[in-house]
């Protein structure tokens, strides 16, 4: 059986964090508190209550991590950078021991600053927290480190419209683990979105396709295509619930682990499988 862990949320009012509440409480796991930011018109509202579920916490918002995270054991943060990086700071001398990132948008200087501080913490980060996703990255690193350049690599991203980032960041996870496998970098083999009259690819790169519609969760595919054959790997997420699910799980993981920088193939035992 499990142990009962005790988690803190930053963000506990938005979409993500609600979210994340009523996962980690239907899990059996308790919240010992959350953030939100202070013009929040949530800060005297129930936990529980935000999640969505018939009971209360006795629980709610404050504006300061280290309020929030002072019985925590995990700190899981879906927020922004800025806010992110001055929870971790202030987390250094509480009890947490474990952190789940889920923010994305960091610059180089903000990704040095996170490996610095993981040596006070266990943090498990990714771009998407999706077991299945997280399944198909390494599928399709093992994939591109088989097949030649003369395979041309796709990745194919649906979204809802109200998404504002394109290609998503779960699609450039996917480019970035092809690019892996094939030893090089999303960088240099990336391809222009195509348009215009000299629309052709060249051999060796790597194209995406961007949908939006509606109010699709998300789907992804790699395509890897030669002169007379088609590989594809998709996944589909039919419900959000995937990537709080995913977080609970890796902050589960980390807290049996020491100090450092992990991601979701380290949580799933996927690191250097196949290459």
Request: aromatic share 4%; proline share 3%.
């Amino acid at each position: 059986m499990t142990e009962t862990r005790r988690f803190a949320i930053a963000g506990v009012a938005g979409r993500m964090g609600r979210q994340l509440a009523r996962t980690v409480l239907e899990a059996g796991h308790d919240i010992t508190g959350g953030t939100e930011i202070p013009e929040s018109p949530h800060l005297e509202s129930d936990i529980a209550r935000l999640a969505g579920l018939g009971h209360t916490l006795g629980e709610k918002p404050v504006t300061d991590p280290v309020e929030a995270a002072t019985q925590a054991q995990v700190w899981v943060d879906f927020t922004a950078p800025a806010a992110t990086l001055a929870a971790l700071e202030a987390l250094k001398h509480t009890s947490v021991q474990a952190v789940v990132i889920g923010t994305t948008g960091f610059s180089a200087q903000e990704e040095a600053q996170i490996t610095a501080v993981a040596e006070h913490f266990a943090i498990v980060r990714a771009g998407n927290f999706s077991l299945g996703v997280n399944l198909l990255t390494a599928l399709t690193r093992i994939v591109a480190a088989r097949l030649g350049s003369e395979w041309d690599i796709e990745v194919l991203e649906t979204h809802h419209r109200h998404k504002a980032d394109a290609p998503s960041g779960t699609a450039l996870m996917l480019g970035e683990a092809a690019a892996k496998g094939r030893a090089d970098t999303l960088e240099t083999l990336r391809r222009e979105p195509y348009e215009g009259r000299e629309a052709r690819r060249g051999e060796g790169e790597i194209g995406f396709a961007v949908r939006r519609a509606g109010g699709i969760v998300g789907e992804h595919e790699v395509l890897f295509g030669s002169q007379s054959e088609t590989v594809r790997l998709g996944h589909s997420a039919l419900d959000r619930r995937v990537f709080a699910e995913g977080a609970v799980a890796a902050a589960l993981w980390a807290c049996g682990q020491p100090p450092g920088l992990y991601d979701m193939e380290d949580m799933l035992g996927l690191k250097g499988l196949g290459v």
